[in-house]
């Protein structure tokens, strides 16, 4: 093994293509020229976690334990910390903490640092999100205490729609657009910037697509991923 | 988690795109419309491992044991059979097995299992690898005692540059063209079929290219590795 690198924990499978383009994204923000230029991860993919959306209304098995069960597996496998490319799995963050000893990163928190570089005081901030993350208050109240004004969604169940056509393999252009549209609606509403709290929308939609700042939450904690793994950070007490 | 799947144990990072374009091969070829669809995997993504070109020609360091940890880490993490979407790291299949109880799913095995399928007695397969696999000798011996005409390359240095730009994140055009222009080499010399035995090769080209059968290792493994994680085989012998 290296020295001067940290084996990154990922809890991934939720869904399956969206830890595959957070790995992607890792491998894209790494300066590298071979194979041994890139950072080391473990990966558990188990996209066999109850549903999280279900979950969040009540419905189906509670992810949480699973969820948590992963991360000590990951820290048994040597992971020095645990990253998790999903936002709304992280309603289950405090499962995840109590199961392990080593840092955990919040996409959430990651995304709201984000936001506070990009955004200055006042600004509206709009959050593209899905029902069951929307719910979970995730967002809403990691920004809370911000100088920011926080435009919701106006609907919820569009974007599932699509969100779901998405994790059954269709990355068609019709998902695209309408998925670009929610978020547009946003804008028009006066957001001045667009937190992308779902790790799914990532998977059709990018930031030229937009007029206003996108912050990808995957490429956030993708960029945070490689700052830790090639100790260009220090870790974070967990 | 649920019954009736085995969980698949992945030594990745070798390297880390061709891994990811494996993962993204499983999902494409799993018949799922939801998350809980799809099978689960532990991967050991370390593209640290010393390089496998240099060792087959006795520059820097073994990378057989770090291999064999990884696969001996992926059976502690639980999974019931291992596969390595690598062509060259199988010349250390020996320390793989060595270190494991669990089966080995050799990408080599499978993907000449394929040429059996798609060839006839007579027929001549090219060989489209790099150096360093062409010298392991592994598709060469594992088609021996077959009725076929072995067409290997008649260069292999152009093969490794191209390769060398692929791993530090050039996918472009020109990439994508030497390597076709290299593989049609082998079919204009008489290949009836040709073995992509490098899963690099397959981040830029795709059997579409080719008017003659292209076996994409890469593919016949992510499928070999979908049939047995979703117990529609049985598993072999270790």
Redesign the interface.
């Known amino acids: 093994?290296?020295t001067g690198?940290r084996l990154a924990g990922v809890i991934g499978?939720?869904?399956?293509?969206a830890t595959?383009d957070f790995?992607?994204r890792v491998?894209?923000c790494t300066p590298?020229?071979?194979?041994?230029?890139?950072?080391?991860?473990?990966?558990?993919?188990?996209?066999?976690?109850?549903?999280r959306q279900f979950a969040m209304y009540g419905e189906g098995a509670d992810p949480g334990p699973?969820i948590a069960t992963l991360a000590a597996?990951l820290e048994?496998?040597?992971a020095e910390f645990i990253v998790m490319p999903c936002n709304l799995a992280h309603a289950w963050e405090d499962d995840i903490r109590a199961a392990i000893s080593i840092p955990f990163i919040s996409i959430v928190s990651e995304s709201v640092k984000r936001v506070e570089q990009r955004c200055t005081a006042g600004e509206t901030i709009g959050l593209f999100t899905t029902p069951g993350c929307f719910k979970a208050g995730l967002y809403q109240e990691a920004l809370a205490g911000h100088e920011l004004v926080l435009q919701t969604p106006d609907e919820l169940s569009e974007s599932m729609a699509l969100v779901?056509r998405i994790?059954?393999?269709d990355k068609s252009e019709p998902v695209a657009s309408g998925l670009r549209a929610l978020a547009v609606r946003l804008v028009s509403r006066g957001a001045h910037a667009l937190i992308a709290a779902c790790t799914e929308f990532t998977l059709v939609l990018e930031p030229s697509m937009f007029a206003v700042p996108f912050i990808s939450s995957t490429d956030v904690l993708a960029e945070k991923t490689v700052a830790l793994a090639l100790c260009q950070e220090p870790l974070p007490e967990r």
């Open positions: 093994m290296a690198d499978g939720m869904g399956p293509d595959i790995m992607s491998l894209a590298a020229t071979r194979d041994q230029d890139h950072v080391r991860m473990v990966v558990e993919h188990d996209p066999r976690i109850p549903n699973a597996r048994g496998a040597g779901e994790k059954a393999g």
